[in-house]
């Protein structure tokens, strides 16, 4: 993973220091190397720039950054590099094709980069690295923007210039497992992995929309906007196409789910087989690693599925790679509740495997006491404190590997979650199976109540009602109810939330949390071919005779743990919300009253301290305990970016533009 960062003035030149702020406030995301382009699009003139972290075989051969003037160049690009494919100074960023006039900067992985260049090889291009980024280079000249995504198999985030076409384009992958942020405004366009570095061009100015939104549970199922009012993101599955001349933006989509029938027989035994031939390459892929590797392990059919996929392909010499060692490496947060405690499933799959296993026990107190980085890092309010459970595990695994496999992206793809229930049971009345119907919801029934007492808070509106005494006036009047998209059947629910919704928000947790601690975390089951396989498989082979993610627990028999496989619940990295909140309700409105000054226009303080204090005391259930840590989150959120933008660096650097 890495960090990339662009700027582009229609006119005038650029101060390189500020684009080296914008990728000094990513170091997390690549401590390896750091690499800087200035560019004039008239004169078609490069100076590649390096800086302290670069290379050391490169800083004999470039300028350096420190005490570049920047005259005659108004475009740069910054590229921060965490090294996990070919680590030599060979794969270094900003990155030209063969005559320099296309240059990348790059941030994610491409999987099938090797069967890319074989191809591209054989079209007579010539590498000068054994890298995934350069493999976009070549492909983008080969077959064209598009041509190129259509082939590839990852996730990225990367800018592309094209000095002869006079073009830059800001690419997202199709889930949007990597961020791409980006700001326009008065004869300027920036771009960034994350939206501290473009704060400097917008200022602190929050989106009030989206507050709303936020307090009252609200998730359109995709939006450019971001808390932050001029700051955008460019879209999974999208990219935008600036005209280096005139900063006219083009917004374009290159990829939607596609639901084309692909087993031919259609019977179960193959559509099995199928997913189960697809699933295992999908895992090969991700295990290509130059660097030391391991499995976030929640011991759920997730992530569990995809350790015990590897040691299948690991053990029978189909993946042999310089990253895996003779044992696998497994991290798992587990808490002191035994309600939602999977430590027994953890157990199970450690000892099945004979994992190297590493574990982590966060508490509350422990998420108090680092609540202003977590909420820096993340830039956006996160939906709960569960999120802190994966930042600690990603804080543990930093300490042994370099990238590790997460289990994100099945519960989307196979119904895994719960509420995808009814919606399947209504589809079987619909078509006039009625008995089925009964059958299934009887199997399920103790799935489709666990989430009962939140879900009847919620048609009520109780929480609605209790996020609006505890808004700001300003705030409630920005009162706007996103248009929920209903689905129809099952199969659209899944391409919906595939395509945008909590699994956006999950994976840019995924992002933060890992980046935070400089680690790559790669998710086997968000491969395309996996969601394009899922989609043209009839309902029945994600739901049937009470179990979810039906054709996956058989495609996975005599691989996974039969308690895994055949196991009913569902819990994940949690932590018990209500309890924790209780534990530091007493820090929280101390911390509350410590930011007052920041929440003004968006908070009232008195009455957020009121209810934290009425849950304490047991007078108001649990079920709102998300709600007060929103709130919580969203008071730290206004004060660490309130800081942070009137930041005299900050300052210093808006003026120097």
């Not at 082939?151 to 889930?175: E, P, S, T, Y």
């Not at 196409?241 to 900063?247: H, K, M």
């Not at 391409?495 to 699994?503: C, S």
Request: charged content about 30%; overall charge neutral; aromatic content about 10%.
């Amino acid at each position: 993973m890495c960090g990339i960062a662009a700027i582009l003035l229609k006119s005038g030149c650029l101060d390189f220091k500020v684009l080296k702020s914008m990728a000094d406030l990513q170091r997390h995301r690549g401590p390896d190397d750091e690499g800087y382009l200035a560019v004039n699009p008239e004169t078609l003139q490069v100076v590649q720039l390096c800086g302290p972290d670069s290379h050391p075989h490169l800083k004999g051969l470039y300028r350096s950054i420190e005490g570049f003037s920047g005259e005659g160049f108004r475009l740069g690009l910054a590229h921060r590099r965490l090294s996990i494919i070919d680590l030599s100074a060979n794969a270094h960023q900003p990155m030209p094709n063969e005559d320099g006039r296309v240059w990348l900067v790059f941030n994610g992985e491409v999987y099938n980069y090797r069967e890319l260049r074989e191809k591209l090889l054989e079209r007579g291009h010539r590498f000068k690295s054994d890298s995934d980024a350069e493999v976009l280079i070549h492909g983008y000249e080969e077959w064209g923007l598009e041509g190129l995504l259509s082939r590839i198999i990852g996730m990225w985030a990367f800018i592309i210039v094209d000095l002869r076409a006079k073009r830059m384009f800001m690419v997202r992958d199709r889930f949007g497992i990597k961020p791409l942020y980006y700001t326009a405004k008065g004869g300027l366009v920036a771009c960034s992995s994350e939206i501290k570095p473009l704060l400097m061009f917008s200022g602190f100015k929050p989106n009030v929309k989206l507050v709303y939104h936020y307090l009252t549970f609200q998730r359109p199922q995709v939006r450019e906007e971001t808390f932050f009012t001029e700051v955008l993101q460019v879209l999974p599955a999208h990219y935008v196409e600036v005209d280096i001349d005139t900063l006219s933006l083009r917004k374009v989509r290159y990829w939607s789910l596609n639901f084309t029938l692909k087993v031919e027989s259609g019977g179960e035994e193959e559509y099995v087989e199928e997913w189960r031939r697809t699933f295992l390459d999908a895992v090969k892929l991700h295990l290509r690693t130059d660097v030391p590797l391991g499995f976030l392990l929640s011991g759920g059919i997730d992530s569990s599925s995809i350790v015990a996929a590897s040691h299948k392909l690991i053990n029978e010499g189909v993946v042999c790679e310089k990253g895996l060692g003779p044992k696998l490496l497994s991290f798992s947060s587990i808490v002191e509740d035994e309600e939602i405690s999977e430590e027994e499933y953890v157990n199970v799959v450690v000892e099945s495997f004979k994992l190297e296993r590493y574990t982590i026990r966060p508490t509350s107190r422990e998420l108090m006491a680092e609540l202003e980085r977590f909420i820096a890092v993340h830039e956006e309010p996160p939906e709960g404190p569960s999120v802190y459970a994966q930042w600690k595990v990603m804080e543990l695994a930093s300490k042994h590997v370099k990238a590790v496999l997460d289990g994100q992206g099945g519960d989307e793809l196979l119904a895994g979650y719960h509420a995808y229930i009814p919606l399947y049971i209504k589809e079987l009345v619909k078509r006039g199976k009625l008995g089925r119907a009964l059958k299934e919801a009887y199997k399920l029934r103790d799935l489709i109540a666990s989430k009962a007492k939140l879900g009847l808070a919620v048609a009520l509106g109780k929480r609605v009602k209790l996020a609006e005494e505890i808004m700001s006036d300003e705030v409630r009047r920005a009162r706007h109810v996103v248009e929920e998209l209903r689905a129809e059947a099952l199969n659209e629910a899944l391409a919906k939330d595939l395509t945008g919704g909590r699994l956006l928000e999950l994976l840019k947790y995924e992002d933060r949390n890992s980046m935070a601690y400089s680690i790559e975390s790669r998710v086997p089951f968000l491969d395309h071919r996996l969601a394009e396989l899922s989609m043209s498989m009839p309902e029945d082979m994600k739901i049937k005779d009470g179990w979810t993610k039906y054709v996956h627990r058989q495609a996975l028999k005599g691989i996974l743990p039969e308690p895994i496989r055949l196991r009913r619940s569902k819990i994940g990295f949690e932590v018990p919300e209500a309890k924790w909140l209780r534990e530091v309700a007493r820090e929280a409105s101390q911390y509350l009253e410590n930011a007052k000054e920041h929440l003004e226009g968006y908070l009232k303080l008195g009455d957020l301290k009121r209810l934290i204090e009425k849950f304490a005391e047991g007078r108001l259930g649990d079920e709102y305990a998300r709600l007060l840590w929103r709130a919580l989150f969203l008071a730290c959120w206004l004060k660490v970016f309130s800081e942070y933008a009137q930041h005299s660096l900050i300052q210093n650097k808006l003026r120097s533009l």
